[in-house]
């Protein structure tokens, strides 16, 4: 039989010892692929070249940062967690974990990966993943999530910093060309993260959690939408523009641009969940896409 | 839980923590190597 143990603000399983996928969960394995892959592409673009140890231990130190985020932002949402079906089987609303094991998890990483990154890569990069994690864990998760339908644009900078990080890791140092590919990462959150929260709109609204669709409506998101995608593809023409992303990138980018503006447009007018549902999962595809095309095309050029 | 199910997990989590901690040393011992041009 199941036992329980209240704590202070919920309940743990007492019959349950949290195992190595538990703590896994914590770290957000979906998020942190994506990081894992702009990175990555990030380290490719850069010019310069870089050691494979040292390349591997940023990339590791990324990953390991960004898993520590995730961690730190499911110790603070708990309680919002377990109000949210999306949510509610994490390891700690589940009462797999406790969140004070969460915390100390969370910590431990988000210091390990900065220390590394500090003493095996070099100082800027730590400083940019020092920046990156609190700015998601107190920016993101403790101020804007709960204040403001604007959380994720502002807090969506950072899901954006890990190129400029894994390109400062090759440079030392943070250019234009790098700011170029937060900028795209930061452009498309938001019609993501909107597409998603119109088709999850009840669990957010039994959180309390003030995205767009709870506070100004699910007419007024999909308008947003339009509106940032708009912005995102005339944002993810820059690394043509500037000169360090190929022709294949540009034709890329204005045919998944176009596709994506047409799919949002279909959003605006049809309004319906299999819509959203449809933008949301293109949006991932897409960035995964222009990253996958950006980074194949230059590291073609440099063998070729 | 039974009790050797608790050891055997708690075991199981000692030997994960080892196995990072080695692999940063390792990673460390590497990461000079690099640094220092020996490979």
């Known amino acids: 039989m199941q036992t329980v143990a209240t704590t202070i603000d919920h309940t743990i399983r007492e019959d349950y010892l949290p195992g190595a996928g538990d703590f896994f969960a914590l770290l957000k394995p979906r998020v942190m692929s994506l990081v894992i892959f702009t990175a990555l592409v990030g380290m490719v673009m850069a010019p310069g070249d870089i050691h494979p140890v040292i390349a591997f ?43 004070q094991t969460a915390l100390h998890f969370g910590v431990a990483l988000a210091s390990a990966s900065v220390l590394v990154m500090g003493l095996l ?4 990069s730590a400083a940019l993943l020092l920046m990156t994690i609190l700015f998601y864990v107190v920016v993101y998760t403790i101020w804007l999530k709960q204040r403001t339908p604007m959380n994720i644009v502002i807090g969506g900078a950072s899901g954006a910093f890990p190129p ?21 990462v930061f452009m498309w959150t938001p019609p993501h993260f909107w597409s998603m929260s119109l088709f999850s709109c009840k669990d957010y609204k039994a959180a309390g959690i003030p995205m767009l669709p709870v506070v100004s409506g699910e007419n007024e998101t999909r308008r947003q939408i339009v509106i940032y995608t708009l912005l995102m593809v005339a944002v993810s023409l820059l690394p043509w523009f500037m000169g360090f992303a190929g022709p294949l990138y540009g034709i890329t980018a204005i045919l998944g641009g176009s596709l994506f503006l047409w799919l949002v447009l279909s959003l605006f007018r049809n309004k319906d969940i ?31 | ?15 994960a923590l080892a196995g990072i901690l080695l692999a940063l040393v390792v990673l460390f011992f590497v990461a000079t190597l690099a640094k220092l041009s020996v490979i």
Request: glycine share 8%.
């Open chain 1, 57 to 99: 231990t940023a990339i590791l130190c990324i990953a390991v940062g960004a898993g520590a985020a995730g961690c730190l932002n499911m110790w603070y949402e708990a309680d919002l967690d377990a109000r949210m079906k999306r949510t509610a089987r994490r390891p700690i609303p589940s009462g797999r974990m406790d969140r």
């Open chain 1, 121 to 124: 890569v070099n100082l800027v």
């Open chain 1, 164 to 184: 400029m990080i894994a390109w400062s890791a090759v440079t030392g140092n943070v250019s234009l060309d790098s700011l170029a590919l937060v900028g795209l």
């Open chain 1, 274 to 304: 299999k819509t959203a549902k449809r933008v949301f999962f293109f949006s991932i595809f897409y960035l995964f896409m222009l990253f996958a095309v950006m980074g194949g095309e230059n590291l073609i050029g440099r063998i070729f």
């Open chain 2, 1 to 15: 839980m039974p009790l050797h199910e608790e050891h055997k997990k708690r075991a199981g989590r000692n030997y």
